[in-house]
């Protein structure tokens, strides 16, 4: 990162990339340009020079603005403020609400073609991306049920600046809902604390956790968020789907889009990175009680809370473990019937953001079930691991996409796919 060099620039910026930046391009070299638009000339700092094939910069002015560009919902965050002390998190808040889902639209199909090699035609490039109810009256404001604060070496609360780990002070938190933000301690001075999460309490309030070194403060017991007639309970600092709407979006994407025709109660169906059961549940819901199926889940608070969660499901099971290490000892130890239930299995997957990988997938491959379900937090680990499942000999059967992340660039997709006919 270069730090004396601070040079502006006028630039033409053309398109979207990953990431939540746009692209322009300075005597041939490509730039992405953080806080501009498609369409728009801007004016730009330098902020890194030191890649071979690409450089980085901020918009300080903008020359010509998009049709679509909106003042910013966040003023902690806007242009107005220098480059340097900008808030982090809603990179697209400067951006017409359903333009932002027009260019996450763009993102997501221009990695199906380049990672995932989806031919032109395949239709599924038409995918368009959804919004949650309600977001769009509530102009994508309000959403986020839990926030991660830093705390500087002056105690100063705040998120990180935009691309840094510097801390900044901000008055508002117009993402958050209304019992996180009110919860959150903006103005307080947290001397010798790290990190402050503010969580909703699944009803209409919210916890403060602060951590310091070796220290965590809080009240520590679980919480129950609700999805339609379904109970959940989780650790307070434990995974959960970060919109208010997100679970119920994707718990009923899941249930909707799974194939009843490749579909078996009695397989061994599995939910991977299964967290605390939530997707599990769906296919429980659309298949009866008695579907067979086991979450897979590292965290071993989660694991218990899915066992929880889960049992009035009498065939469903619980196991911690690392998902590349389930599926290979799950198929050296298989025999040849066990293998032959495994090409009846439905099989969801909801990795982290980097994907499930290679090794994964290649596993996958081996087990080769009736169906997979891809719930993917990212376009390109998603679209990588796409590539290899097609070129492994499946097909995408379906794909639908959803705003779960308003003014940011993040996009939720949920695929299904079976083996190639
Ligand atoms: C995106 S979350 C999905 C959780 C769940 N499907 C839900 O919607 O609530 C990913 C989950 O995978 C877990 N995880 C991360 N890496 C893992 C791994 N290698 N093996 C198993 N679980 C993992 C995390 O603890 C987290 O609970």
Redesign the pocket.
């Not at 473990?321 to 590349?324: L, P, Q, Y």
């Given at each position: 990162m270069t730090t004396e060099h601070s040079a502006e620039v006028d630039l033409d910026v053309t398109n979207v990339a990953h990431g939540g930046v746009s692209v322009a391009r300075l005597d041939g070299r490509v730039v992405f340009v953080a806080d501009s638009l498609p369409g728009e000339r801007v004016r730009a700092r330098i902020s890194a020079d030191d890649h071979s094939s690409f450089w980085r910069a901020e918009t300080v002015e903008v020359l010509e603005p998009s049709p679509h560009r909106r003042p910013h919902i966040w003023a902690d965050a806007a242009l107005e403020r220098d480059p340097a002390r900008r808030a982090g998190g809603a990179e697209f808040g400067h951006i017409e609400l359903p333009w932002q889902r027009e260019l996450k639209r763009q993102v997501l199909v221009d990695s199906l073609g380049r990672f995932g090699k989806l031919p032109e035609d395949h239709p599924a490039r038409g995918v368009e991306v959804e919004a949650v109810e309600g977001d769009d009256a509530a102009n994508g404001l309000g959403w986020r049920t839990r926030v991660s604060l830093h705390v500087d070496d002056d105690g100063i609360v705040g998120p990180y600046a935009a691309r840094s780990h510097r801390v900044v002070a901000v008055d508002t938190l117009p993402l958050a809902t209304a019992a996180v933000e009110y919860a959150s301690p903006l103005d307080e001075r947290l001397s010798g604390a790290e990190r402050v999460d503010v969580i909703s309490d699944g009803r209409r309030g919210a916890r403060v956790v602060v951590r310091a070194e070796g220290r965590t403060a809080g009240a520590g017991t679980p919480i129950t968020e609700r999805v339609g007639e379904r109970e959940f309970r989780l650790e307070e600092l434990?995974?959960?789907?970060v919109h208010h709407g997100a679970?119920a979006t994707?718990s009923t994407g899941v249930r909707d889009q799974l194939l009843e025709g490749e579909f078996d109660a009695d397989a061994p169906n599995l939910?991977?990175?299964?967290?605390?059961g939530?997707?599990a549940a769906a296919m429980a819901t659309r298949f009866g009680p008695a579907t067979r199926i086991e979450t897979?889940?590292?965290?071993r608070r989660?694991t218990g809370n899915a066992e929880f969660n889960l049992r009035d499901l009498k065939a469903a099971t619980a196991v911690t473990?690392?998902?590349?290490r389930?599926l290979t000892n799950r198929l050296k130890n298989a025999t040849a019937e066990e293998r032959g239930g495994f090409s009846r299995a439905s099989v969801?997957l909801?990795?982290?953001r980097a994907g499930a990988g290679k090794q994964v997938v290649a596993s996958l491959l081996e087990f080769r079930p009736a169906q997979l379900v891809y719930?993917a937090?990212d376009p390109v680990a998603f679209s990588r691991d796409l590539g290899q499942l097609t070129a492994g000999g499946y097909e995408l059967r379906s794909l639908r996409a959803f705003d779960l992340f308003p003014h940011t660039h993040h996009v939720e997709a949920l695929a299904v796919l079976t083996p190639a006919s």
């Open positions: 434990g995974f959960w789907q679970a994707l939910d991977l990175y299964g967290g605390v939530l997707l897979v889940e590292s965290d989660a473990a690392r998902v590349d389930y969801i909801d990795p982290p719930v937090c």
